[in-house]
C-alpha cells in the first residue's frame, strides 16, 4: 500500500556502518531496562551494531568485557525486570582527563561514535563534555600512537542523545522520568497499606520520601493519597507552619477521621534552610498534640520492584526515539534528550535542559522558592497549585458566596480514580463558593431523585478507592428528559459535571438536544473522561486506563513466569475494551507482546498464519514463551477459542497454548497513581471552568448557557488539557462501534511489531524537531495544562 505524501517514514533512515552503544549511568530506576531494550532492538533494526557498557561510565573507562556486542535475543525477558541489568556505577575516573581518554580509546576500538545515556543530569553532563573534547581526545590517541591518523576522519563525531532514568523526577525538560511512575507506585502501595493501620489505631503517620533535591514524588503522593500535609524542598512552609499543621491535624481529626497523614520528602527545609526531617515533624505532633504517632521511612524500597505499565511504555517510545535522534544527527547536531511533553515524545537540547534544572537548585539556595517552583515546570505548578486547593479548607467566612448549585455524577461502566475525580470537584467546587450535590446511580438516579447535597469532609479518604463511590449506570437520559427537568428544578441546579466513558458523550448530546424543549438544561455542562476502554472522542486518555493497563502487565507477568522452566509456551490473553483496542495495543506493548489483534487494524486468515510462522520460527531459535493479545471485539470469527486452536494445531511439536481471558478483574482494585492524580487534577480543572461560565451565564438572576461551548468534554490533546464541545465531536465519532475515527495509539502499534521482529513501517511524522526548553516553557505556562 502506497504511503501518504504527509507522512515521514523511517526506512529513509539507516543504521548501516553505525555503531551505537547504550550504558546506565547514576541512580537505578525501574525502566532502563525497558529502554535499554529498545535501543538494543530498534537499533539492530535499522541495521547498526549495538553494544552494551556494563556499569555506566566505569565500564566505558575500564573498556574489555565491559563493552561487549548486544543481540535481539540478549535483551530478551528484561522488559519486567527492575533496576539495570546492564549495571550502573558512579565513575570518579571519567570526571578526570585520562579517564574521559581510556574511554574513548576503548570506543574507538570498535567503531562507537554513537552513544545512548540512559540517567541523570550529571550523567548527561557528563557525557556532553565527552563530546565535546571527542577531537582533542582523538588527536592525543594519535600522538600516543594508540590509535592511526585515518580513525580521526573516520571517528571525527561522537553523537550524544540522553534519556533521564530518574526516579525523583527532577529533570527540567520533560513531564515525567524514567522510573519515576514505579517510585510513585511503591509509595502509594505503602500509603495504602498503613492507611488501615493507621484507621485501626487512630494514628498519626509521617512518611519520608526520596527527592534530596525535588519534591516531587512528595508532592504527587500527597496529591494521590490525600495527604494532611506535605513538606518538600522547592515550596517550604512558612513561618509558624508548626502550629498551623498541628492546627489541621486536629480539625481532621474533630470532622471524624481517624488518621493523619503527612508527606515529607528527605530534602524538606525551611524558610530559612534547617532541614525538617520525619522525627522532627513527629516529636512536634506528640509535643502538641498528643497523638500517637509513627514515622516510615520508605528508603531504597522506591527504586525497587517491577516497572509500570507507564514506565515501560515511555521507556520503549523513548528507546525507538533516541535510536531515531542518533540515526538523524550531523557533526552540527547538539546533544539532545529525548523527553516526554504531555502526551507526545520530543527532543531538547541536553545542555538546555540541565542548566534549567541546574537554575532551580540555585533558586533555591537563594531562597527564591517561587521561581524554583516555575522553573520546574508547568506539571509540578499544577499539582502545587491542586494540592493546596484540596487539602486547606478555607474557614466558611473566607469563601467567595456565589449562590449556585453544582451536580456532580457518574456514568457508565466503573472506572478506577473515579472516585478521586469526585473528591476534587466536591472540595474545588466548595472553595469556589458553590453548593455540591452528589446524584446517586447515574442518570438513573437523577431522575429518581437520589439527590444529596454533599460535603468537604463527605469525600474524605476517596482517592485511594476503586470503583465508583456514587454509583453508575448506563442509563440514558433522553427517555427520562422531564423527569430529569423536574428534580433539576426542585434542586435548582445550575451546573452538570459528568464523569464516565462513551456512554457520558451520548448523555450529553441528549441533553444538549433538550435544550431546544427543556430551558432547565441551559445551564454549564462538563464531561470528564473516565473508562478502561479509553474509547471517548476528544481526548488521549482517559481516567481508569492506566489502572487497566497495569492489571493486565501485572497479570501477563505472572502468566509468562508461570512457564519459566517449562517447554516452549505461547499463552492467548483475551482484553476488554468493547471495539476500542488500546488495552490490547498499548497493553501488548508493555508486556512485550508478539502480536495483537484490535478490530481498528483488520486482519485475516493470511495475517494469523503469518504470526503462527513468525512466532515458531522466534522459538526455535531463542524465545521460550510468547504472548498474544486479541481484544473482545476484535472479529466476531476469529474468536479467542479459534486462535488458540489455531496456534495448537500450527504451533504442535514447537510450543503448546494456554488462553486466559482477564475479564473484569481490569476495571477492579485501587487506582494507580497516575489515575489519581490525573482525575483529581482534570476534574479541579472542570470545576474552574464551569465557575467561569456560571459567572459569564447568570443574568437577571438567572443561569442561562445554551451556546455550544457550554457543553464540553475535558479530554487532553496531545501537549495540553482542552475544553471541546461535544457537538463538534459527533463528526469524529463512529457511534455504531463507539470509537473515536482517529486514534493516536494506533501509530504505537508499528512499535510493538518491531520489537517483536516484524518488518513493518513507523510513522515518524513527529519526530525530529528539536525544540527549546526556554520557548517551550514560555509558550505552554499560560495554559498549565498537561499533567
Known amino acids: 500500500m502506497a504511503q501518504p505524501d504527509n507522512k515521514k517514514f523511517f526506512e529513509n533512515l539507516t543504521g548501516a556502518g553505525k555503531a551505537i552503544a547504550v550504558l546506565t ?3 537505578d530506576a525501574q525502566g532502563m531496562n525497558a529502554a535499554v531494550r529498545a535501543v538494543v532492538r530498534m537499533g539492530i533494526y535499522v541495521g547498526a551494531k549495538v553494544y552494551f557498557i556494563h556499569e555506566g561510565y566505569q565500564g566505558m573507562v575500564d573498556g574489555g568485557d565491559n563493552i561487549k556486542e548486544a543481540t535481539w535475543e540478549s535483551v530478551s525477558s528484561m522488559l519486567q525486570v527492575g533496576g539495570t541489568v546492564i549495571g550502573s556505577a558512579r565513575c570518579k575516573e571519567f570526571r578526570t582527563h ?22 541523570g543530569d550529571g550523567s548527561l553532563t ?6 565535546e573534547e571527542w577531537s582533542g581526545l582523538l588527536a592525543e590517541l594519535v600522538q600516543q600512537g594508540l590509535i592511526e591518523e585515518d580513525a580521526v576522519q573516520r571517528y571525527s563525531a561522537l553523537h550524544i542523545v540522553g534519556m533521564v532514568g530518574s526516579i525523583d523526577n527532577d529533570f527540567c525538560g520533560t513531564d515525567m522520568t524514567i522510573g519515576t511512575d514505579s517510585a510513585l507506585h511503591r509509595i502509594i502501595e505503602v500509603v495504602d497499606a498503613i492507611m ?16 534530596r533535591h525535588c519534591g516531587y514524588l512528595a508532592l504527587v503522593s500527597a496529591l494521590a493519597c490525600g495527604a494532611d500535609w506535605v513538606l518538600i524542598p522547592e515550596m517550604p512552609p512558612e513561618d509558624g507552619w508548626e502550629e498551623k499543621m498541628c492546627e489541621k491535624l486536629s480539625a481532621t481529626r474533630s470532622r471524624g477521621s481517624r ?6 520528602a528527605e530534602g524538606a527545609i525551611d524558610r530559612h534552610g534547617k532541614a525538617i526531617t520525619s522525627s522532627t515533624v513527629k516529636d512536634l505532633v506528640v509535643r502538641h498534640l498528643g497523638f500517637d504517632t509513627r514515622v516510615t521511612i520508605l528508603g531504597h524500597v522506591q527504586r525497587g520492584g517491577t516497572p509500570s505499565a507507564f514506565d515501560r511504555i515511555l521507556a520503549s517510545r523513548m528507546g525507538v526515539e533516541a535510536v531515531l535522534a542518533l540515526l538523524e544527527t550531523t557533526a552540527n547536531t547538539a546533544a539532545c534528550v529525548v523527553s516526554l511533553c504531555g502526551n507526545q515524545a520530543v527532543r531538547l537540547p541536553l545542555m538546555e535542559c540541565v542548566q534549567m534544572t541546574q537554575e532551580v537548585q540555585k533558586a533555591m539556595d537563594e531562597k527564591k522558592f517561587e521561581e524554583a517552583v516555575r522553573l520546574r515546570g508547568r506539571s509540578f505548578e499544577n499539582n502545587l497549585r491542586t494540592y493546596k486547593l484540596l487539602a486547606h479548607r478555607k474557614p466558611e467566612s473566607e469563601l467567595p458566596q456565589s449562590n449556585f448549585n453544582v451536580a456532580v ?3 457508565g461502566a466503573p472506572a478506577a480514580g473515579m472516585n478521586a475525580a ?6 474545588v467546587g466548595i472553595s469556589e463558593g458553590h453548593k455540591m450535590f452528589a446524584i446517586n446511580d447515574g442518570f438513573e438516579g437523577f431522575y429518581k431523585g437520589q439527590i444529596r447535597e454533599i460535603k468537604w469532609g463527605d469525600v474524605g479518604g476517596w482517592t485511594g478507592q476503586g470503583g465508583s463511590l456514587l454509583g453508575t449506570k448506563r442509563t440514558l437520559p433522553a427517555k427520562h428528559v422531564d423527569k430529569i427537568a423536574e428534580q433539576m428544578r426542585k434542586y435548582n441546579i445550575n451546573a452538570l459535571l459528568v464523569i464516565g466513558g462513551f456512554e457520558a458523550v451520548e448523555c450529553l448530546l441528549q441533553l444538549y438536544d433538550a435544550r431546544a424543549t427543556c430551558e432547565e438544561f441551559c445551564i454549564p455542562m462538563c464531561m470528564l473522561p473516565a473508562t478502561i476502554s479509553n474509547n471517548v472522542p476528544g481526548t488521549d486518555l482517559s481516567i481508569g486506563a492506566d489502572t487497566a493497563l497495569n492489571a493486565i502487565v501485572e497479570t501477563c507477568d505472572r502468566i509468562k513466569q508461570s512457564a519459566s522452566g517449562t517447554k516452549r509456551r505461547v499463552f492467548i490473553i483475551e482484553t476488554m475494551g468493547g471495539y476500542c483496542g488500546y488495552l490490547a495495543s498499548v497493553g501488548g506493548l508493555a508486556a512485550g507482546a508478539d502480536a495483537a489483534y484490535i478490530y481498528e487494524e483488520p486482519f485475516d486468515i493470511r495475517d494469523l498464519q503469518s504470526n503462527v510462522e513468525h512466532l515458531t520460527e522466534k522459538m526455535k531459535t531463542s524465545i521460550q514463551r510468547g504472548l498474544v493479545l486479541r481484544n473482545e471485539n476484535s472479529n466476531e470469527n476469529y474468536t479467542t477459542d479459534f486462535i488458540y486452536q489455531l496456534y495448537s494445531e500450527e504451533g504442535r511439536g514447537v510450543f503448546d497454548c494456554r488462553k486466559n481471558v482477564l475479564g473484569h478483574m481490569q476495571q477492579g482494585g485501587a487506582p494507580s497513581p497516575f489515575d489519581r492524580n490525573f482525575g483529581t487534577k482534570i476534574s479541579a480543572k472542570a470545576m474552574q471552568w464551569i465557575s467561569k461560565k456560571l459567572k459569564e451565564s447568570y443574568r437577571q438572576g438567572r443561569v442561562f448557557a445554551n451556546t455550544e461551548d457550554s457543553a464540553c468534554l475535558l479530554g487532553m490533546r496531545r501537549r495540553a488539557l482542552v475544553f471541546q464541545p461535544v457537538v463538534q465531536l459527533k463528526e469524529e465519532t463512529d457511534f455504531v462501534h463507539r470509537i473515536p475515527k482517529e486514534q493516536w495509539w494506533l501509530k504505537l502499534r508499528p512499535l510493538m511489531k518491531i520489537l517483536a521482529k516484524y518488518k513493518t513501517s513507523y510513522d515518524v511524522s513527529d519526530s525530529g524537531q528539536l525544540e527549546h526548553v526556554v520557548c517551550n ?4 505556562s499560560d495554559t498549565s495544562s498537561a499533567i
Open 98 to 119: 585520562e579517564g574521559r581518554l581510556k574511554a574513548a580509546h576503548n570506543l574507538v576500538q570498535r567503531g562507537i561514535t554513537n552513544l545512548c545515556v540512559i540517567g
Open 259 to 264: 488518621l493523619n497523614i503527612i508527606i515529607v
Open 126 to 131: 557528563g557525557a556532553n563534555l565527552f563530546r
Open 422 to 427: 469526585v473528591r476534587s470537584a466536591v472540595r
Open 409 to 411: 455524577l457518574n456514568v
Open 777 to 780: 516553557r514560555t509558550k505552554e
Open 196 to 211: 488501615t493501620t493507621a484507621q485501626s489505631h487512630q494514628r498519626t503517620f509521617v512518611l519520608e520520601v526520596m527527592g
Open 25 to 27: 549511568s547514576g541512580g
